[in-house]
């Protein structure tokens, strides 16, 4: 459909002598996509929508798109259906776009050029939406047989490729203690580890197993788990608050916290994240003060695009500090499909010759506080811009004690958007 907006922003480019899309040599402007997650699929999505006269290359390395949302039910068989896997090449097809399969291993911002496995592909406007990047270094050191032993052995399941691994894991724990880390820093979903513990502990219970999950939490964790891990988990989650990692040994099976040394018998390592490797590769990490860069993406909190580059747009979990009155978005996929569309229509606006309009994001989760029967909590964030030009969040929780199914509705409202259609 196309909005007002959207007819007054070509309206303006045709006055301006230019037909929609082109470049001043008439060329067909290139909008490239690096990951197709949450947020490269939304922006493909609104792109193809509303901006057919625009070339429009999704590059994933990946061939087939799966959930992380909802993915902690289905861990544990508890999702009242099954995880949605899209294909990428059919999802491209029928909405008429090119997928190219390929890892990106460098973008030269300076030529506008981004190389994706053999291929150099030119853009006049690049979305990056490349996710996170797991950080072992604080708990492994580089020592890369540590790394890979972890990596394979004690999956964090916080990246889609992992899931099968970490079900396999989880549907073979026999007993014993099943350690879970929660890192310090920004991450992904939050409450996701508290989520999964619940989902853990109440297979633990209803499969009679003789066992329970240590959590090492270099937090305090969140209020509302934490009552329901000591009213109804008690004899199935040991919550180690506070307690911060110095090392892991995956041979001996031993974490070291500064305190303890915890023997365990398998793992879960949810490590410290930043942003996809891709996002360093191209200059674009968050400096601070001294100039030292650090783990997320810096960037235009009102517009979306690469500090000193408007051709580069940066969506989801990678964006480092949106506001020093809260620091970072949730890293939420709604909050990664919302950015998804605003840079879209940031590109189309700046296509047609327009100065795109400012708008905020917001952001929804769902976790499951409690299982048999179920509890759920809904995490709302929403965001205004205050006077003098800094953003501000609002956050509401919302407990809900008979939950109808809200969390499935909302994820196939977001596929909808990202896919055109409903999920299969
Ligand atoms: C267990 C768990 C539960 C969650 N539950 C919820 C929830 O209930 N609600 C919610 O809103 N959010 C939830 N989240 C968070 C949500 O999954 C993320 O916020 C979301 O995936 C972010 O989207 P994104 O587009 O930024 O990144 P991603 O979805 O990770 O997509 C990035 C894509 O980029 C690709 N990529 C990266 N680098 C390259 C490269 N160099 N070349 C080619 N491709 C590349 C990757 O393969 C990936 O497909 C959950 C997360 C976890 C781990």
Redesign the pocket.
């Known amino acids: 459909m196309t909005t007002r907006r959207d007819f007054l922003a070509g309206g303006l480019a045709l006055a301006a002598g230019r037909a929609f899309g082109q470049s001043p040599g008439g060329a067909r402007q290139r909008v490239v996509i690096?990951?197709?997650?949450?947020?490269?699929?939304t922006a493909a999505a609104r792109l193809r929508r509303v901006a057919p006269e625009l070339e429009l290359t999704l590059?994933?390395?990946?061939a087939v798109?799966r959930?992380?949302?909802?993915?902690?039910a289905w861990l544990l068989g508890r999702a009242p259906e099954a995880l949605p896997r899209q294909d990428y090449a059919a999802v491209a097809s029928a909405m008429g776009y090119r997928y190219l399969q390929?890892?990106?291993?460098a973008i030269d911002r300076e030529r506008r050029r981004v190389q994706?496995g053999p291929q150099a592909l030119d853009y006049d406007w690049l979305i990056l939406?490349?996710?996170?990047r797991y950080d072992y270094a604080p708990w492994l050191g580089d020592d890369p047989r540590a790394i890979e032993a972890v990596r394979r052995l004690y999956p964090?399941?916080?990246?889609?490729?992992e899931l099968d691994v970490l079900r396999r894991k989880l549907d073979e724990f026999k007993g014993g203690d099943l350690l879970m880390t929660v890192p310090s820093g920004p991450s992904?979903?939050p409450?996701?580890?508290y989520?999964?513990a619940v989902m853990i502990a109440a297979s633990l219970k209803s499969r009679k197993i003789t066992g329970r999950l240590l959590l090492v939490d270099a937090g305090g964790g969140m209020q509302r788990f934490n009552r329901v891990f000591a009213e109804r988990y008690k004899d199935q989650i040991q919550h180690l608050t506070h307690a911060t990692v110095k090392a892991i040994d995956p041979f001996a099976r031993i974490l070291a916290t500064e305190f303890d040394e915890i023997r365990f018998d398998d793992a879960i390592i949810i490590p410290p994240q930043g942003a996809?490797?891709?996002v360093r590769q191209a200059g674009l990490l968050e400096t601070d003060a001294a100039g030292r860069p650090g783990a997320w993406a810096g960037f235009d909190p009102l517009h979306l695009h690469a500090v000193g580059d408007e051709r580069v747009f940066l969506?989801?979990?990678?964006l480092g500090r949106a506001s020093p009155l809260f620091g970072a978005y949730p890293?939420?996929?709604?909050?990664?499909?919302r950015q998804?569309r605003i840079v879209a229509d940031a590109i189309i606006a700046r296509s047609r010759g327009v100065p795109p309009a400012p708008t905020l994001p917001d952001?929804?989760?769902?976790?499951h506080t409690a299982v048999d029967p179920a509890e759920t909590m809904r995490i709302e964030a929403r965001y205004r811009l205050r006077g003098d030009g800094l953003i501000v969040q609002t956050v509401r929780q919302h407990e809900d004690p008979q939950p109808r199914g809200e969390?499935v509705a909302?994820?196939r409202a977001?596929y909808a958007e990202m896919l055109g259609r409903n999920p299969t």
Do not use: Q, T
Request: charged content about 20%.
């Open positions: 690096v990951g197709g997650g949450w947020g490269g699929l590059v994933e390395r990946e798109f959930s992380l949302p909802l993915s902690n390929a890892e990106v291993s994706a939406a490349a996710g996170i964090a399941g916080y990246v889609a490729g992904r979903c409450p996701a580890p989520e999964r996809a490797d891709i969506v989801g979990d990678l890293k939420s996929a709604h909050m990664a499909a998804g952001s929804e989760c769902h976790v969390d909302w994820g977001l």
